[in-house]
Each structure stands twice: as structure tokens, then as C-alpha cells.
């Protein structure tokens, strides 16, 4: 059975102690570079300025912030946090991996982006697992062109872009294959039986029963 990803768990520290709680394997957190801080959070900054939104949320500027020092010194230590590179920032990942030097005390880490240029400065290094994150079809065609000639560690991919045959190429092509956004029975199940290996969920909660055997989510 795949296990879960606890999607966006490590951006509130309340949320990171539940799924930890259940014993989920793996952990997401959202990372931005802003004003020469890791911060951890979903919410988009209006460029320069330092308000948060998304969508239909607005949030104010003096809202506390989550460092990724600070998640990464709360993570009990068998927690492996997935950490989300977000934006174009050269710099962010260079910033991640002085963080790890820092705070990440020998701690495994898995690295995921859509923009895979963030993610070279981190290959190589033993603490680290690179997820090459896949949202379009257009990646998607990218993907399989860099699997042409090199090898990468994972693949997180959106579930529309995944059925029973390309589940089946990119398995015999990565050694990991998790996928997005994951809400319902139903959708677990049928990415179980095509053969990914993660999950990427908010409801960790509910589909954890499902995994288990348990009522339908």
C-alpha cells in the first residue's frame, strides 16, 4: 500500500504534531524565500510587499511567521519533512542548504519543485532526496525527455496526469512516485492500485483509515 504525504502539515505547528501523531512518513511544508528568510507558508507575498494571499485569503503583514529553522528544530527526528521549493529565486536553494548545514542535524530531507533548476544545488548531497515535481503536460513531456539521459531520485505528479500506463513507465524510470492532491477514497484507491507509492493529502486524517482497511474517507 503507499503510505501518505501530510500536504501542507509542516506549515502550522499544530498541524505538523497531528500528523506525527498518526505516524505519517512524510510531511510537507511550503518553503519562500523573503527578505533573506526561509519562511514556511502556503500564502504568496504581492511581490516586494509583505502581505499574504491566495485565492480568496487575504492575510495581514504582521502575521506571525514560521522559519525553516524553526520547523526543522520542532520536527520530532524520525519526521521527514518534504519541503516544497517555491518561486523562481536562484538563491532559495542555496539558502536551504545552509539552513540544513545549520539546523538540519544530520536530519533526511526530501527537496521537491516545479521549477527543477532550484533543485540542482541540492543534488549529491546525502541528507537530501530530490522529487522533481510534475503539474502539467507539459513537464510531463519535459520529464520523460530528462529521463532519456539521466537519473532522478523521485517524481511528485499531479493525478491528472497520471493513469494505469504512464504510472507504469515512470515506475520502471524513479525510484519514487507520489502524487497530488489526493482528497477521496475513491482517488486513493485507484492511484494504489496503478502502483504510486505516495500520497499527497490534506485529509492524512481520513485517508489514513482508508489505507489501513478502515470505512471509506
Known sequence: MPFLVAHRAGNDLG???RAESLGIPLIEADVHLFAGRLEVRHLKTVGPLPILWDRWELAPPWRPRLL??????TAAPPTELMLD?????????????????RHGDGRRVTVCSRTWRLLRPLEGRPDVRVVHSVGSRRQLAALRRLLGYRAVD??????????????????????LLVSWPVETA????????????????????ALAGVLAGGEAA
Open 85 to 101: 521549493l517555491k518561486g523562481r529565486d536562484p538563491r532559495l536553494a542555496r539558502a536551504v542548504a545552509a539552513c540544513l548545514d
Open 68 to 73: 525553516l529553522g524553526d520547523l526543522l528544530a
Open 186 to 205: 475513491e482517488e486513493a484507491r485507484r492511484l494504489a492500485a496503478w502502483g504510486v507509492d505516495g500520497l499527497i493529502t490534506t485529509r492524512f486524517d
Open 154 to 175: 523521485g517524481v511528485s505528479i499531479h493525478r491528472r496526469l497520471l493513469d494505469a500506463p504512464v504510472t507504469a513507465a515512470l515506475k520502471r524510470d524513479v525510484g
Open 15 to 17: 498541524r505538523l504534531r
